[in-house]
């Protein structure tokens, strides 16, 4: 079964620019998450979408924003780009359900965008 | 508010064991998740508790206190490739939201 996979998986732009990310979660998996992650800290969470609905939000601006497609494919757009907006944006999708192994998130290799 | 303590850094001998804590305070418990994340990769998962006392998984261990709102991982006969860090999250809600900490940087010396 693949894996998940994340597009592009390096990107560079430059502040105030906007830029897209898309995540394809391994087949079947309907809940997607987005989350931010910079050196020396905690994996961020950003926003989690289950069935085209955003399900769960984290503490970012509205500058940050998602959605997911019927085939649970999903984008995250970030706009008015700061510097402070380098990171590895990773996504991590999961089944969803009350088993330990359904509930457990699997990682995609991340986006890595460096703001300028 | 939601936290997620665990050391900085550690170091170990390879062959060795290592212990990971990790203790939290949350508003609520539905899960604790322990993954592996090798320098610029992905976190892999290794662990699940839900309920107290120890799961084995080969050479990786993780134990669950809920009562004192405290987990470890245990790592035996050390290898240099467990050179990692490693992430304790707790899920909070019915909503499945992860709370992540910040990791534990585990260096492996020969």
């Known amino acids: 079964k693949a894996g998940v996979t994340q597009t592009p998986r390096y990107l560079i732009k430059t502040r105030g620019q906007q830029v897209t990310l898309s995540c394809s979660p391994i087949?079947?998996?309907?809940?997607v998450s987005w989350y931010q992650q910079t050196p020396g800290q905690g994996l961020q969470f950003l926003f989690e979408y289950f069935s085209e609905t955003q399900r769960n939000k984290g503490n970012f601006p509205g500058r940050f924003s998602g959605r997911q497609f019927s085939n649970s494919r999903s984008e995250m757009n970030v706009s008015t780009l700061e510097l402070g907006d380098s990171a590895l944006y990773l996504c991590a999708s999961s089944l969803y359900g009350p088993t330990s192994e359904q509930e457990t998130q699997y990682f995609g290799p991340g986006t890595r965008l460096l703001v300028l | 508010g939601q936290n997620i303590d665990q050391p900085t850094e550690m170091t170990a001998t390879e062959g060795a064991i290592v212990q990971i804590n990790c203790t939290y305070q949350?508003?609520?418990?539905?899960?604790l998740f322990w993954y592996q994340q090798h320098a610029g990769e992905a976190p892999t998962f290794l662990s699940y508790n839900v309920l107290d006392g120890l799961e084995e998984k080969g050479r990786f261990s993780s134990f669950l206190s809920r009562s004192k709102g405290y987990s470890y991982l245990l790592l035996k006969e050390l290898q240099m490739k467990d050179s990692a860090s490693y992430l304790c999250a707790v899920r909070v809600d019915s909503n499945y939201q992860l709370i992540w900490g910040a990791g534990t940087k585990l260096i492996i010396k020969p």
């Open positions: 087949s079947g998996h309907r809940s």
């Open positions: 949350t508003s609520g418990f539905n899960g």
